[in-house]
């Protein structure tokens, strides 16, 4: 959460030109949004897993589901109103709304979430080379934003946030594996207590989604303030 605060913090003043970067294709910022991103679903297979371990029943998982797909719809229309010709309508709000279907119905495969994962990571790439290929003629209709919330396209679509369902679902995947793995022969390193100076980072864990969806309307808002009060 931390993480992400500071990137989005180094987006906004870029956007609002008081620092300019290339977030598109400066690999310093393109790699840290890619394990930024890996490890908000790396955890959130985990806490699938212990979802499966304690046999959390399907009312609970479908209201945190309600929750994540309305937020997603909230970012959809705010971000329409901030970047109308780039806005998010498959971010990781949405991603994470179609993959936690997918975790949970696939919660019981065990081992085998290992090799899914890899095989979802592939997909992309395998998808890739054959549109540029033999299936050519299929290119537009998978780069359309219609099907290119799968992730098999030839290039990436123009929206602020993108994470489509493959390869990051394999992410997913071997976050669950990973969390069953641990609950299954190292219990004790999930139940190993957080130190007093780590108790706010804690917090920011529990309250995850509401952090998410508050902290860039704050700091955007905060730099429109500043920016405001620079006007000659």
């Given at each position: 959460m ?137 290119a537009?209709?998978?780069n ?43 219990p ?7 130190p ?14 509401s952090?998410?969806m ?12 500043v ?6």
């Open positions: 931390v993480w992400m605060t500071v990137f989005h913090f180094c987006f906004d003043l870029s956007h609002f030109g008081y620092w300019q970067q290339d977030f598109l294709g400066d690999p310093f910022w393109t790699v840290q949004r890619t394990l930024i991103v890996s490890l908000f679903l790396l955890c959130a297979g985990m806490g699938q897993a212990v979802a499966w371990h304690r046999r959390l029943a399907w009312p609970r998982f479908w209201r945190r589901w309600g929750q994540i797909a309305a937020c997603a719809l909230l970012v959809t229309v705010g971000s329409y109103l901030m970047f109308p010709r780039s806005f998010i309508y498959f971010g990781v709000l949405h991603g994470m709304a179609v993959m936690l279907l997918f975790a949970r119905l696939t919660a019981g495969w065990g081992r085998w979430l290992w090799p899914m994962g890899l095989l979802a990571v592939a997909l992309p790439w395998l998808a890739g080379w054959a549109l540029e290929g033999p299936l050519a003629g299929l537009e209709t998978f359309g934003r219609a099907l290119n919330w799968l992730g098999w396209v030839t290039h990436k679509p123009f929206t602020e946030d993108y994470v489509p369902l493959f390869p990051w679902l394999g992410v997913m995947w071997w976050g669950m594996a990973g969390g069953q793995w641990l609950l299954a022969r190292r004790h390193w999930l139940a190993w207590a957080m007093g100076t780590g108790v706010a980072l804690a917090v920011l864990g529990r309250y995850s989604l952090y998410y508050l902290h860039q309307p704050v700091m955007m808002g905060a730099l429109m303030l920016g405001w009060f620079m006007q000659p």
